[in-house]
């Protein structure tokens, strides 16, 4: 009955790869987020996508790419990847279109880009 | 834009110790406030939420009161556990929850 989950939990990679991680709510949400926490705890917003449409786009590089293939799953796959982009990426869900602004998070991706 | 801050941790405290964390905020309109805490090695949890002025958010023994007249949304515990020891983020979002804020989190350690 987990309520956001994402996978994987962990991962560990070569600088240059391409990865992605997957997130997927069953509370019938209808806007998803992406966000990133760096090391010192800082939780930055990447994207948010409302009925599969991006709505929050900040100023991410285009080596990141949301996809959305239905309103239950936001997956987030990154080119290319950089010792920078070593981080814990969140994912997050709400029920934007109801006026209901609490954000319910996943456990959270650690990735480490070596 | 609208942002959020929070007092710089970390916090250590004693056993059944009182906590306050500030948070003040910066917003055009009339936004939800929130803390969520965030335990070791795991993602966010809303703890509390208020959504307009006056408006006491309580969760676990943790209090938090929106007032505008000073922009802030302090958290308060009358008496600290150690399973309390976490990261806690205050933040504020719009009414439709369009762009969430974060403050930077305070880290609270509690000792027996």
């Known amino acids: 009955d987990t309520a956001v989950s994402q996978t994987p939990k962990y991962l560990v990679t070569q600088m240059g790869n391409d990865k992605s991680i997957k997130c997927e709510q069953n509370?019938?949400?209808?806007?998803m987020y992406w966000y990133k926490q760096d090391s010192k705890k800082f939780l930055k917003i990447m994207f948010s996508?409302?009925?599969?449409?991006?709505?929050i786009n900040e100023t991410v590089p285009n080596r990141f790419s949301p996809k959305s293939p239905d309103k239950a799953h936001l997956n987030l796959h990154i080119n290319s990847l950089e010792l920078g982009d070593s981080a814990v990426y969140f994912c997050?869900?709400?029920?934007?279109?109801?006026?209901?602004?609490?954000?319910?998070f996943g456990p959270g991706t650690r990735l480490t880009v070596l | 834009g609208d942002s959020v801050t929070q007092m710089e941790g970390p916090v250590t405290l004693s056993e059944e110790a009182f906590l306050t964390i500030n948070c003040t905020y910066t917003?055009?309109?009339?936004?939800?406030l929130f803390w969520y805490v965030q335990y070791p090695g795991e993602g966010l949890q809303l703890l509390l939420k208020?959504?307009?002025?006056?408006d006491k958010g309580s969760n676990k023994g943790f209090e938090a009161t929106y007032r505008k007249e000073t922009t802030s949304f302090h958290l308060e515990k009358g008496s600290v556990q150690v399973s309390d020891s976490a990261v806690y983020f205050c933040?504020?979002?719009?009414?439709?929850?369009?762009?969430?804020?974060f403050g930077a989190g305070t880290r609270l350690t509690v000792k027996p």
């Open positions: 997050a869900s709400s029920y934007r279109d109801r006026g209901t602004d609490t954000q319910y």
């Open positions: 509370l019938g949400h209808d806007t």
């Open positions: 996508y409302n009925n599969k449409e991006l709505i």
């Open positions: 917003a055009t309109g009339y936004p939800s």
């Open positions: 208020a959504t307009k002025a006056d």
């Open positions: 933040a504020l979002s719009d009414p439709f929850g369009n762009d969430m804020r």
